[in-house]
């Protein structure tokens, strides 16, 4: 599956922008979906997953309450809406795809995925 992540841009602290990841000719539905962000200097993280089935979300502790990831119900593009946003929320976002045996499960470690889409860039300055 090729994904494409894109939403990126430059935002003020505080404020809000929403990722998404797309596959074209895909059902997302069929994969667990995970975003992870690199920051300069940085080794890359995970943020969050949804699982292929049921949509259970897991999250990073350090994210939990600000981002939130979700899929649409068609199959289409999966979303990570990031709200308060702070400077150290800047990196490059990546979005992977992987189907694991059980299709309730996701993690948010990277050596899980095979598939990655090009990152977007997130910058959160004033």
């Known amino acids: 599956v090729q994904l494409q992540a894109s939403g990126g841009g430059l935002v003020q602290p505080g404020g809000s922008l929403r990722l998404s990841c797309a596959a074209t000719?895909?059902?997302?539905?069929?994969?667990?979906i995970a975003w992870f962000r690199q920051a300069p200097g940085k080794e890359r993280e995970g943020v969050a997953c949804i699982s292929s089935m049921d949509g259970i979300a897991r999250y990073r502790d350090s994210v939990k309450g600000r981002l939130t990831i979700s899929r649409d119900n068609a199959g289409g593009p999966v979303w990570l809406q990031m709200n308060s946003l702070n400077p150290e929320d800047t990196a490059v976002y990546y979005c992977a795809a992987r189907r694991f045996a059980r299709p309730s499960f996701c993690t948010i470690d990277s050596g899980d995925y095979r598939n990655w889409g090009q990152g977007t860039l997130v910058t959160v300055s004033s």
């Open positions: 000719r895909y059902d997302l539905r069929d994969v667990a």
